[in-house]
Nanobody
């Protein structure tokens, strides 16, 4: 089982990035995918979540209207399009997979079965 997050980088405030999460070793379309982030000195927090088959999505208030989560089950890949980035979005971003997460309420870290390594997003002001 492997989740590989990529696409992070250094951008100026107001710009965009698209993160990718490539999965292998499990039935991708059976699993919800969550995106989390962790800023220096802070705990890991959920950003967004998307169900396996129905494309039902969840966003935290900070992500609503700016971020879009999507997935391509044929490619075993999930994405997080991040627009209008702010300095407070600076963090390491992680993707994770959950067999039973419905993404209909605040997803909990412990509900996710597999995790990828982080990809760093740095937003300068």
């Amino acid at each position: 089982v492997q989740l590989q997050a990529s696409g992070g980088g250094l951008v100026q405030a107001g710009n965009s990035l698209r993160l990718s999460c490539a999965a292998s070793g499990f039935r991708f379309d059976y699993y919800a995918i969550g995106w989390f982030r962790q800023a220096p000195g802070k705990g890991r927090e959920v950003v967004s979540c998307i169900r396996g088959g129905s494309m039902y999505t969840y966003y935290t208030d900070s992500a609503k209207g700016r971020f879009t989560i999507s997935r391509d089950n044929a490619k075993n890949t999930a994405y997080l399009q991040m627009n209008s980035l702010k300095p407070e979005d600076t963090a390491a971003y992680y993707c994770a997979a959950s067999r039973f997460q419905m993404c209909d309420s605040y997803p909990q870290i412990h509900e996710f079965d597999f995790w990828g390594q982080g990809t760093q997003v740095t937003v300068s002001s």
